[in-house]
């Protein structure tokens, strides 16, 4: 079964501060890679994708970094604002077969900013 | 242009009772994919819809199906509720399958079984 692993559970940062939040993938059958912010009682919202040809990609103060070789890929905040205190999900799309365009997602960061 | 919008956003079922959750996609969008949120599980795929055929399907029993219209909307309906299906279900459209497409989530329709 095709699985995305993410780590922390929860981070703790001071407003200013770089908050990263790590994913890990077991299979190499994905070829897109997004990431989800979500606040309490909203639906999760794209914030930044990244496709595996493509080592980094930067949007504003949100940076992914892909290493295909180690099969894993992570967030970037720079500058951290409070307002940026949301769950945030990597998730890895299906490239082919009975899982084409299917997003496997992981478990969810937790980010705390504090002021 | 309008979100992704799903009806209802609140729901209380009995165990036993059968339910059916609306989402319509951004206009233009013709693909819909349903997706069960919950504390334990996290975010799990439920099954895709695309020109009103189902193009995937995640690992959930025959009790949860779906459907999607001509106009692209999609329901998808819970039978035999159990204790374990309360959960947040989320709709996500796209333009469609390929290699470009990205997932807009609904806010979801929080679902309560008792």
């Known amino acids: 079964q095709q699985q995305v692993k993410q780590s922390p559970q929860s981070l703790i940062v001071q407003k200013g501060g770089i908050s990263i939040i790590n994913c890990a993938y077991e299979?190499?059958?994905?070829?897109?890679f997004p990431w989800y912010q979500q606040f309490p009682g909203k639906g999760p919202a794209l914030l930044i994708a990244?496709?595996?040809?493509?080592s980094e990609k930067k949007e504003g103060r949100f940076t992914i970094s892909f290493n295909k070789s180690a099969k894993q890929f992570s967030l970037h905040i720079m500058d951290s604002q409070p307002g940026d205190s949301a769950t945030y999900f990597c998730?890895?799309?299906?490239?082919?077969?009975?899982?084409?365009?299917?997003?496997?997602f992981g478990q969810g960061t937790i980010l705390t900013v504090h002021p | 242009k309008a979100g992704v919008t799903q009806t209802p956003r609140y729901l209380i079922k009995t165990r036993g009772q059968q339910v059916t959750l609306s989402c319509s996609p951004i206009?233009?969008?013709?693909?819909v994919s349903w997706y069960q949120q919950t504390p334990g599980q996290g975010l799990q795929f439920l099954f895709e819809?695309?020109?009103?055929?189902?193009?995937n399907k995640g690992n959930f029993p025959g009790r949860f199906s779906g459907r999607q219209f001509s106009n692209s909307r999609s329901e998808m309906n819970v039978s035999t509720l159990e204790l374990g299906d309360s959960a947040l279900y989320l709709c996500?459209?796209?333009?469609?399958?390929?290699?470009?497409?990205?997932?807009?989530f609904g806010p979801g329709t929080r679902l309560t079984v008792t």
């Open positions: 996500a459209s796209s333009s469609g399958p390929g290699q470009s497409y990205e997932q807009y």
């Open positions: 299979n190499t059958a994905f070829d897109y």
């Open positions: 990244i496709r595996p040809d493509v």
């Open positions: 998730a890895a799309r299906g490239a082919g077969g009975t899982s084409y365009g299917k997003l496997t």
């Open positions: 206009s233009g969008h013709r693909s």
């Open positions: 819809y695309f020109s009103e055929t189902q193009r």
